[in-house]
T-cell receptor
Framework: KAGVTQTPRYLIKTRGQQVTLSCSPI?????VSWYQQTPGQGLQFLFE???????NKGNFPGRFSGRQFSNSRSEMNVSTLELGDSALYLC?????????????FGNGTRLTVT | AQKITQTQPGMFVQEKEAVTLDCTYD???????LFWYKQPSSGEMIFLIY??????QNATEGRYSLNFQKARKSANLVISASQLGDSAMYFC???????????FGKGTMLLVSP
C-alpha cells in the first residue's frame, strides 16, 4: 500500500507570494491533517479534513487554508507569505481519526520564504 | 487542554544498550490514546507504538515498549538493544476523545554511538 505522498518536497518562495502544497493520503484514509514544524515551535496543528469537511482547526491566521477533494486528496494554501512561514509542512492521514487511529505522515514539504 | 511534556532535549546511548525516553501528559479526559513517533533526519514521521488509556497491559512492538503509568500520567518509551539507525528525534503525542488531532511534545533527540 502506498504511503502518504506530499508534493513538492522543497519550495522556495518570496515574501508576499502564495503557495499551494499537495497531499495524497493512504488509499482508504478519509482523514487528512496538516502540521507545521519549526525548530522553535515544534509540531503545530494546522487543520484536519474528513470527507471534504474541515473537522478541526488550529490556531493559525486566515492566510492558512486548506481543502479536501472527493478522492481524499488535500491541498494547503498559504497566502501573503511571511518569513516566519518557513517550515517543514507535514501532512498525515488516518483511517478514521478516532482515538486509537494513528496518523501516518508523508515526507513533508520544506518551505523556505526569502 | 491536553499537554505533552518531554523533558529530555537529548539522550546519548551506546549501541546494544537500552534507553528510556520520558513523556508525561496532562488531560482531564478519562479516554485518550498515547503515541510515539520517530523522525529521522529525512523528516518523515514514523509511527512506532500506541497505548490506550484503558489498555491493561503495556504496549510492545518489537524492540519498542511503552512503560505506561496511568496514575503518574507518564508514558515512557523504552528502546531495547539500541541500533545506530535509532538515532533520530522521538516525539510523544496524545489524542483524547474530545479531539481527533494529535498534540505533540517538543521531542527528544536520541544519538546512538558505536
Amino acid at each position: 500500500k502506498a504511503g502518504v505522498t506530499q508534493t513538492p518536497r522543497y519550495l522556495i518562495k518570496t515574501r508576499g507570494q502564495q503557495v499551494t502544497l499537495s497531499c495524497s493520503p493512504i488509499s482508504g484514509h478519509r482523514s487528512v491533517s496538516w502540521y507545521q514544524q519549526t525548530p522553535g515551535q515544534g509540531l503545530q496543528f494546522l487543520f484536519e479534513y474528513f470527507s471534504e469537511t474541515q473537522r478541526n482547526k488550529g490556531n493559525f491566521p486566515g492566510r492558512f487554508s486548506g481543502r479536501q477533494f472527493s478522492n481524499s486528496r488535500s491541498e494547503m494554501n498559504v497566502s501573503t507569505l511571511e518569513l516566519g512561514d518557513s517550515a517543514l509542512y507535514l501532512c498525515a492521514s488516518s483511517a478514521t481519526g478516532v482515538i486509537n487511529s494513528p496518523l501516518h505522515f508523508g515526507n513533508g514539504t520544506r518551505l523556505t520564504v526569502t | 487542554a491536553q499537554k505533552i511534556t518531554q523533558t529530555q532535549p537529548g539522550m546519548f546511548v551506546q549501541e546494544k544498550e537500552a534507553v528510556t525516553l520520558d513523556c508525561t501528559y496532562d488531560t482531564s479526559d478519562p479516554s485518550y490514546g498515547l503515541f510515539w513517533y520517530k523522525q529521522p533526519s529525512s523528516g518523515e514521521m514514523i509511527f512506532l507504538i500506541y497505548q490506550g488509556s484503558y489498555d491493561q497491559q503495556n504496549a510492545t512492538e518489537g524492540r519498542y515498549s511503552l512503560n505506561f503509568q496511568k496514575a503518574r500520567k507518564s508514558a515512557n518509551l523504552v528502546i531495547s538493544a539500541s541500533q545506530l539507525g535509532d538515532s533520530a528525534m522521538y516525539f510523544c503525542a496524545m489524542r483524547d476523545s474530545g479531539y481527533s488531532t494529535l498534540t505533540f511534545g517538543k521531542g527528544t533527540m536520541l544519538l546512538v554511538s558505536p
